[in-house]
C-alpha cells in the first residue's frame, strides 16, 4: 500500500498557505515576496520560516497537501477489496473530487508548478508517480484476468484519465452546469466503457440449440 504524508496541519501553517495561495493565483509565484505572504497571513516573517525554508517550499506545499489528501484516499479505496470496475470509479470520483474541492491550489500549482527547484519537482514527481503506478497496475491485473479489455494499455487508460483530471483547473467552475461529480461520473463511464471486456462468443452447442 502507498504511504501518504501526514496532512497540513491547520492554525499558523494553514494560514500561510492560504495567503500564499492567494498572492500566487492573483500576481504568479514570481512577483510575490515572502514579505506579502507574511503580511497577508498576519504572522510574523519568523512564523514562515518556522514552517517553510524558502519561498519554493512553500510553492511545493500548495500541491503536496492535495497528493496527499489523493493519496490518502487511493490507500482508502484499495483496501476496501473493490472489484476493478468499482475501485477504477471510486479512485476517479475521488481525484476529480479533490480536485474540484482545492480548485485554487490546483490552479496556482498548473500555472506555477513549473517553478520549482529541481529538488521540489522530483518530489512532486515521485507523489504523482505513486498515485499513477497504482492506477496502472490496476488497470493491468484486471486485463490479465480478463475483467477490462485490452482495447488500450493500462499506461494510455491512465494517461487519459490524469489527463483529464489535471486540466480540470483550466475549464471547470464550480458553479457551472456540471457539478464535480457529474464530471467524475462521466469520466468514469467513459473509461468503463472503453474498459468493458466484449460478449463471450456463444458455445457451439448454444448455437446449434438457436438453430
Known amino acids: 500500500m502507498l504511504s501518504a504524508s501526514p496532512p497540513v496541519e491547520s492554525g499558523t501553517r494553514g494560514r500561510i498557505v492560504a495567503a500564499a495561495v492567494a498572492l500566487f493565483a492573483e500576481q504568479g509565484f514570481d512577483a510575490t515576496s515572502v514579505n ?34 489523493q493519496l490518502a484516499g487511493l490507500n482508502r479505496i484499495v483496501a476496501q477489496g473493490l472489484s476493478p470496475s468499482e475501485a477504477l ?35 512532486v514527481r515521485r507523489s504523482r508517480r505513486a498515485i499513477h503506478d497504482a492506477v496502472i497496475d490496476l488497470i493491468a491485473q ?16 491512465a494517461f487519459t484519465v490524469f489527463g483529464a483530471i489535471n486540466e480540470l483547473p483550466i475549464w471547470f467552475q464550480p458553479e457551472g452546469r456540471k457539478t464535480a461529480q457529474d464530471v467524475a461520473d462521466e469520466l468514469a463511464a467513459l473509461v468503463l ?15 446449434e440449440k438457436a438453430q
Open 36 to 69: 506579502q505572504v507574511v503580511v497577508r497571513a498576519q504572522v510574523a516573517k519568523g512564523a514562515l520560516y518556522h514552517h517553510f525554508a524558502s519561498k519554493d517550499d512553500l510553492l511545493y506545499e500548495v500541491y503536496a497537501e492535495l497528493v496527499e489528501r
Open 142 to 157: 484486471a486485463q490479465r484476468d480478463g475483467r477490462f479489455s485490452r482495447v488500450a494499455s493500462p499506461e494510455m487508460v
Open 89 to 123: 470509479t471510486a479512485i476517479i470520483s475521488d481525484l476529480v473530487l479533490t480536485t474540484a474541492e482545492r480548485l485554487p491550489e490546483a490552479t496556482v500549482f498548473f500555472r506555477e508548478g513549473h517553478r520549482l527547484s529541481d529538488s521540489n519537482q522530483q518530489r
Open 193 to 207: 466503457a472503453g474498459l468493458r471486456p466484449p460478449p463471450a462468443a456463444p458455445s457451439r452447442r448454444a448455437k
